[in-house]
């Protein structure tokens, strides 16, 4: 390879390392060109890239990138996966291989800035897909919205079904009635009070005002005004009248 086809790669390890939502250096030891082949392919399926480059010039892509971090990986074979999609995604997509095969072991990475290490990678690979995440957010969102709706459909059901009772039992026909028996009943009372007054009246007036022996009358059988008491006018009155009475009785 000469200095031009150096220069390339490095520019094309750099625009891939700045192009990448994670990076994953991974040891490829023991893995043959027919599993590397399958390797690519699977991660290609999930938006990740996989890719060998010497050490020198993967340094170099790294300085050129802004992410010396990466170089601490390059100590013996180094291989990387440049995942441009989601990185719990690829990072399941190396651990089903590894399981498969046996092979592949993790050195670390970065995503965003931060610097992750082999247990962070395996770590990833055990998280939910950014699609299961995505649904599982507006699930918890759209839950409180749900509750609601139901909760609202709830109550007018049961208002209905208590209007249904309500109207099933009279009750709403007795309202309507009651409502009307106010006035009939004011008159029936107008007119019984009438009634009593009356009778009342005629028994107050026998029984009020009436002295002992005021109200005897003549041997005709006339009965005498009453008296009110303590009026003298009247007091005089009676007396000279059955002093009248007396004398014609004489």
Do not use: C, H, W
Not at 42 to 71: I, M, P, Y
Not at 192 to 200: N, R
């Amino acid at each position: 390879m000469n200095r031009e086809q150096k220069a390339a790669v490095i520019e094309e390890v750099a625009a891939e390392i700045r192009e990448s939502e994670a990076v994953f250096a991974i040891d490829y030891r023991g893995i043959s060109v027919r599993q590397a082949g399958d390797l690519r392919v699977r991660l290609g399926d999930v938006g990740a890239s996989f890719r060998v480059v010497k050490n020198t010039l993967t340094e170099r892509a790294a300085d050129q990138a802004g992410t010396a971090e990466l170089k601490q990986y390059l100590e013996g074979p180094t291989a990387f996966a440049f995942v441009r999609g989601d990185a719990a995604t690829a990072a399941k997509a190396l651990a089903a291989f590894r399981r498969e095969t046996r092979l592949l072991e993790y050195k670390g990475g970065l995503i965003g800035d931060r610097t992750l290490t082999a247990e962070d990678i395996d770590t990833i690979s055990r998280l939910p897909a950014r699609e299961a995440l995505q649904a599982q957010f507006v699930g918890v969102l759209a839950s409180p919205v749900t509750g609601l709706v139901r909760g609202l459909a709830g109550l007018v059901s049961g208002l209905a079904t208590a209007l249904g009772q309500i109207q099933e039992q009279g009750l709403i026909g007795d309202a309507t009635t009651a409502a009307d028996t106010p006035e009939s009943a004011s008159s029936a009372d107008d007119a019984g009070s009438g009634d009593g007054d009356g009778e009342g009246g005629e028994d107050t007036a026998s029984d009020e005002g009436v002295e002992p022996g005021a109200t005897e009358s003549s041997d005709a059988g006339t009965e005498a005004e009453p008296v009110a008491p303590g009026d003298p006018v009247s007091e005089a009155a009676a007396a000279e009248e059955e002093s009248t009475d007396e004398e014609s009785g004489s």
